[in-house]
Each structure stands twice: as C-alpha cells, then as structure tokens.
C-alpha cells in the first residue's frame, strides 16, 4: 500500500469516525437538556482546558528535555516543545501512534542527537508513564472502588487493558535487566519477520534493533546509577497525566454549576483513569471509536442521558481534535517556511522515516568501526 493511499484510509477512519459521534450528538432526543447545560461554559472554562493541554505536551517536552541533557544534548525546551507537538500530531493521524516517535526522532537528530539516544529517551519517557498511569490507575481505583464499579463494572476490556499496561511495563523493564534474553528475543522476532515476508532485509534489522536495545540498557542503566533522575522523570510522567486526565473534570464542571455538581475531582480522575487504560490501546488513528464509545459508557452515570454526550464530543476536541488543528498548523508552516512545498510536507512522514532509518544505518556502520579499531588495539 503506498503512503498516499495510507494517510487517505486514515484521514477516512478519523472523518468518518467525528461525523458518527457528531451525528450521535445532533440526533440525540435529549439534546435540549444537554444545550441548556452548555450556558454554563464560560470563557475561563475554555481557557483552563487549553491550559490543560499545554501543560500535557510540556510534560512530554520535560521529560524528553530532561533525559537528553542529562546525556550532554542541550536542545532548548521550546525546540523539544515543537517536537513534542509534533509527535502528538503524527500519533493522532497513525494507526497504534506509530508514527509520532520516528517524527520526533526525525526533528531531535536534526540537531546532532544521535538517533540510539534518542530512541532511548522516548522509551523512557514511555515507560515512566505507562508506570505512572498504573499507579496512580491502582491508587485511585483502591481511594474510589465505587467508582470504578459504577463506570466500568469491571467488564473485561478493562481488565485487558489493566493487563496489557502491567505487561507492557514488565517488558521494558525486562529490557532494563535483562539484556541477553532480550537480543534472543529480537533475533527470534526478526528470523520469524523474515520468514513471514514481513521484513525484506533482516541482517540489516537486527543490527538497527540490537543497536537500539544497546543503546536504551545503557541509557536506563546510567539512570538506575542515578535514582534522583529516575525520580524526577516520574514526577513530570505523572502530573503529565493527571493534566490528561483533568480534562474530564473540567469539562464537568463548565457543563454543571457548583451546586449542581455531585461527582467529585477524584471521582472524575479515577473514572477517566480506568477510560485511559481500557481504550487507548486500540490500533485506529487516535483511538478513534474506542475513545468515544468507552467515555460515554463510563462517565454515563455521571453526566446524565443527553448531556453525556455533549461532554464527551468537548472531552475530545480538547484531547485529540485540538491537537491535530495545532499540529497541523505547526508542521505545515515549519515546513514551508523552511522552503518545503505542500506536497513535501504532506511526505515528510515518509521523507523522515527514509532520513531516520538511512542514520541508523550509519551510526551502526560507525559503532561496528570503532568495534573493530578497538579489536585491533
């Protein structure tokens, strides 16, 4: 499939998927009791919960920031800011987010990080929180059990989700410890691509793989030696979430006044929690569909019939549609003002991941000359 037709089915899944929930929304026979809700959105509502994704992409800014200064790379933050927006972009428009990290990469390397180092800073700052969303997923649910059951019933996509988060978890830190069984691991996951024709050139792909997981042992490794910066990397991972995970609350309360409010901050907070961890992994561009019908089954109890559903179509322009307008945006006016055409910017995707996989291979080459200089010593 080449990659027009890609960002075409995927720019199909993410329209057609906005006009089912708007057309939900607009058919709704409850939608006059959810439009008087509405009159209580004030322009500060507004502004808190742009407030609330800025300071989610700064979390994933710091963080990134963080860890590569610590490895001597002192890119400025509001350069790793426009990364990280553009990370955010590309997830959103990619099945899984697949294409957010190479992009981020891409535009890190871009100032003379070495693409291994790289890498390993966005697996870190992955892994913290992915750590992060179960622990404070297990802190809230144990504070607020009611809520949990009342939203989710522990119906057993979440109880999947709750797994494949502790699984995920496990394996990045099996990748910390455990370096031999994970370049087993790899070298069995190549020999298997290969024979299914799903990788053309597996000596090439192993050396890439081998060389990433090198480079993040190491940099975990030098982190481990460091536990203040391991600390601190939790910390930015978890007030990143809880900025995510503020949004719901916020939009509670723009749609219902003070007095009118029986659901508290915590409750919310736990509610989109157990939201997060049951729907975010699913392969569709953004989540898309998973987001939407999981956020209305669990937050139904709290919003109320009709206005459920209003709050969810705010909860996600704010937490996906906002981001790709401003990614958009973004990207588009970087890459013309850097004298790009529309059409190369609409393949910079591509033209990156060329570009990322093409330095790869010469920093591999260059690893395996110092091997052998060093072997000769």
């Known amino acids: 499939m080449n990659p027009r037709t890609k960002r075409l089915i995927n720019l199909g899944i993410i329209l057609v998927t906005f006009g089912i ?9 409850s939608l006059p009791n959810a439009l008087k809700s509405l009159t209580n ?6 502004a808190v919960l742009l407030l609330c994704w800025a300071l989610y992409v700064l979390g994933d800014a710091v963080s990134i920031w963080y860890c590569l200064r610590r490895q001597g790379y002192k890119l400025s933050l509001p350069y790793v800011y426009f990364t990280s927006i553009c990370c955010q972009y590309y997830c959103g428009i990619t099945p899984g987010a697949t294409g957010g990290q190479p992009m981020q990469i891409y535009y890190i390397h871009k100032k003379g990080v070495p ?8 697996i870190v700052h992955f892994f913290c929180f992915q750590f992060m969303l179960f622990v404070l997923g297990t802190a809230y649910w144990i504070i607020y059990p009611a809520a949990v ?4 019933g522990y119906n057993a996509f979440m109880i999947f989700g709750y797994v494949y988060n502790i699984f995920t978890c496990g394996l990045i830190v099996t990748l910390s410890f455990f370096r031999p069984a994970i370049q087993w691991m790899t070298r069995k996951i190549v020999s298997l691509g290969a024979r299914l024709h799903l990788i053309k050139e597996p000596e090439e792909t192993r050396k890439r793989w081998l060389s990433s997981v090198e480079n993040f042992h190491s940099s975990m490794r030098e982190m481990l ?4 910066d391991l600390l601190i990397q939790l910390v ?3 007030l990143k979430l809880m900025a ?3 949004v719901a609350w916020f939009v509670y309360a723009a749609l219902f006044a003070p007095d009118a409010r029986v659901n508290s901050y915590g409750e919310l907070i736990t509610v989109d929690l157990m939201h997060y961890t049951t729907a975010n992994f699913y392969p569709l561009p953004g989540a898309s569909g998973t987001m939407e019908v999981f956020f ?3 937050f139904g109890w709290i919003f109320g019939e009709g206005v459920t559903n209003v709050a969810m179509l705010i909860w996600r322009f704010f937490t996906y549609y906002f981001t790709l307008i401003v990614g958009m945006v973004v990207v588009t006016t970087v890459g013309l003002r850097s004298g790009k055409s529309l059409k190369e910017v609409a393949n910079l995707q591509e033209t990156a991941a060329e570009q990322y996989a093409q330095a790869e291979r010469e920093e591999q080459q260059q690893a395996e000359a110092a091997e052998a200089a060093e072997k000769q010593k």
Not at 115 to 122: K, N, Q, V
């Open 21 to 29: 929930v708007l057309y939900i929304v607009l058919s709704d026979p």
């Open 41 to 46: 959105l004030r322009i500060q509502h507004i």
């Open 115 to 122: 693409t291994g180092i790289a890498s390993s800073a966005l």
């Open 149 to 152: 059951r009342a939203s989710t």
């Open 225 to 228: 030696r460091h536990p203040g």
């Open 236 to 238: 930015i991972a978890g």
């Open 244 to 246: 995510l995970m503020s």
């Open 296 to 298: 209305t089954n669990y």
